[in-house]
């Protein structure tokens, strides 16, 4: 079941209208008329709604059941995508996917957060939050990717790693903490892209990366708005004001410097053409790829440390 | 041991006050454990843990550095590095700036970390450790920073290196820059392995959240102090997320080892004697150490790192 946002509904009159029309075109093409001048109307609303989203409604956008998720990218923007399965220690974590596929001819590694669009599959996937099994098949994935010279890329959208008594048992901090520690040190270039929600260390787990690019209404924060809430307020109510005092958007990223680009949306955002989007993210993605694998192992990590080791700011140093 | 009750000076922490817990000489004190009326003087020299059931109290972090350091030779760096709020966080008309100038004058350091050179019974070291009581040491930029140029600073001075959690996670004020600070640390850590020297990891309670999600968890030796809480999330966090009451004995130190996620628990009386005896061991290399990434250190490093000697073991 889709999602209704609930800062769309002063347009809902003007698109039940102009659907109204879409169908009386079949037989009246003053009624396409009229539908092409609606929908002129509406395409000016929604490029006016969108440019002003507040953080909060922005983490609904990217919280849409129709949003496309990473195995929606791998089948439109990727080919031959061959799922691998496994941590080769205890299960299979479906929250996170991953396997080799071609971008553009090329061959790349793909590991990613998956979320469900309805709530069987969100239950199948656990709503995109991983446990140990996941980070661990990520760094099979990220080992097996060093050894044969196959870039990495990332998708990110996640509500924050799983919480429970069976995941601390496994280890859930050895694995992110590895994780992250593997991805520091990866001999191949790593590319991230938060395509929708990116919260807590369950995002930074696969989220160590050359390049980080952010879809224009994702984002990005240490803990969900809802529990950064409950840990400053004590109140999960606050989320629409933690989303705001966090500073989330992809927009405040890019200007924190902390991600490298911001990839536009189609019109009304990624939920409404899955395609448009997989075809922008695609062409953004492939002359990243080829800048980076033209760069030498030895300054590729160099300028990864630095881009981690040198995060500021600070005041009252010795030096 | 004598060890609180005497207010030594030698260590040159900037402490307020208010961090040097009162030793009023009548006082009772319960054990939240086993109920036990206590002594406070007699506990106190006990190293604060219950003589009746070992259930061990949380210290200050200058009753930390005080128990497990040789006397005097703690050496703090960067006493003055501090959160410069890179989000200018504020909430109801209050500022994260003005609540951090609160937070230094309860917890008595500019930050919730310090770092600095030290000796345990002889072997020099680094030694990092979170203030608790500094917003219960949770992790900013600065945090990560200093973690970052602990790391910095046993790589060049050829020492091992101590990390001493307590922090109850990332520090939500700072953001995504608070989250970051788990791959800064990480990414730091990387370069250890360059020279070779053991990096030991103590867990104390609670090291929750962000701090074991990246560098405390990374540790050579990892060594938790006996009923530790130690998790990915705090126990309300799960509670909820499971919608029933905790399991007794979830996330903690002895949960840990059970699991096989870290090395020891080791009771507080014999930390000091435990990281030590470690310490001479994993410095006391006789063969050469092949170690990675050579090519990229510059040459007169290298050749110092391919010679290691042992620094300074014993007395
Ligand atoms: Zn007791």
Redesign the pocket.
């Known amino acids: 079941m889709a999602t209704s946002l609930e800062f769309e509904a002063p347009l809902s009159e003007l698109q039940a209208e102009l659907d109204k029309a879409r169908s009386a075109a079949v037989v009246n093409p003053d009624s396409g008329r009229n539908a092409d001048r609606l929908q002129a109307q509406l395409n000016e609303r929604l490029y006016v709604l969108y440019q002003g989203l507040n953080p909060w409604q922005k983490l609904q956008v990217a919280r849409h059941s129709n949003r496309p998720h990473p195995l929606d990218y791998l089948r439109l923007a990727f080919t031959d995508f061959t799922e691998l399965h496994g941590d080769r220690c205890f299960g299979d974590d479906k929250a996170i996917v991953g396997g080799p596929a071609f971008l553009d001819g090329r061959a790349v590694m793909v590991v990613a957060h998956q979320k469900g669009h309805d709530t069987r599959e969100n239950v199948r996937r656990n709503f995109g939050m991983a446990g140990p099994e996941g980070f661990r098949k990520a760094q099979r994935l990220f080992k097996l990717a060093e050894k044969l010279g196959l870039p990495v890329i990332t998708m990110i959208d996640t509500p924050g790693a799983n919480v429970g008594v069976a995941d601390e048992e496994r280890g859930q901090v050895e694995a992110i903490a590895s994780s992250i520690a593997e991805m520091c040190s990866l001999k191949v270039p790593i590319i991230s892209v938060v395509t929708g929600e990116a919260n807590s260390g369950g995002a930074l787990a696969i989220g160590v990366a050359d390049r980080i690019l952010m879809l224009e209404h994702s984002t990005y924060s240490v803990a969900s708005p809802e529990a950064a809430a409950v840990i400053l307020w004590r109140s999960a109510q606050r989320a629409p004001e933690a989303a705001e005092a966090m500073r989330i958007t992809a927009q405040d990223m890019l200007n924190f410097k902390l991600v490298d680009m911001v990839i536009p949306e189609p019109l009304g955002g990624a939920h409404r053409d899955a395609t448009g989007m997989a075809l922008t993210v695609r062409d953004t993605l492939i002359p990243v790829v080829t800048s980076l694998v033209s760069m030498g192992i030895t300054d590729l990590l160099e300028a990864r440390y630095r881009r981690y080791r040198d995060l500021g700011p600070f005041t009252g140093s010795d030096l | 041991m004598d060890l609180f009750r005497r207010r030594p000076r030698h260590l040159s922490l900037p402490f307020g006050e208010h961090n040097q817990q009162e030793e009023p000489d009548n006082l009772w004190i319960r054990?939240?454990?086993?109920?036990?009326q206590?002594y406070e003087r007699e506990y106190i020299d006990n190293l604060r843990v219950?003589?009746?059931?070992?259930?061990h109290f949380r210290l200050s972090l200058y009753e930390r550095l005080e128990t497990l350091l040789d006397a005097g030779s703690f050496e703090e760096f960067d006493k003055h590095l501090r959160s410069s709020d890179p989000l200018n966080f504020r909430s109801e008309g209050s500022a994260y700036a003005d609540k951090l100038i609160e937070y230094e004058r309860k917890a008595g350091t500019a930050e919730a970390a310090v770092y600095g050179s030290a000796s345990v019974e002889g072997v020099p070291l680094v030694v990092a450790a979170n203030n608790f009581a500094f917003q219960g040491g949770s992790m900013g930029v600065a945090v990560g920073e200093k973690i970052a140029r602990a790391v910095d600073l046993a790589v060049s001075r050829r020492v091992p290196l101590l990390t001493i959690s307590a922090s109850g996670g990332a520090r939500q004020h700072e953001g995504v820059y608070a989250l970051m600070q788990m791959a800064k640390t990480t990414a730091a850590l990387s370069r250890l392995s360059r020279v070779g020297m053991p990096y030991v990891s103590l867990l104390t309670d609670p090291t929750v959240g962000g701090v074991p999600a990246s560098y405390a968890m990374l540790g050579d030796v990892t060594i938790a102090e006996p009923g530790a809480f130690i998790g990915f999330a705090g126990p309300r966090v799960i509670e909820q997320a499971i919608r029933q009451k905790l399991p007794p004995g979830t996330a903690t130190a002895e949960s840990m080892l059970a699991h096989g996620m870290i090395d020891m628990v080791c009771s507080r009386a014999e930390l000091r004697g435990t990281i030590a005896r470690l310490l001479r061991l994993l410095t006391g290399a006789s063969y050469p150490r092949h170690l990675e990434d050579q090519a990229s250190l510059p040459a007169e490093q290298m050749a110092a790192g391919m010679h290691i000697e042992r620094t300074g073991v014993g007395d």
């Not at chain 2, 054990?31 to 036990?36: G, K, M, Q, Y």
């Open positions: 054990c939240p454990s086993c109920n036990e206590l219950c003589p009746k059931c070992r259930f």
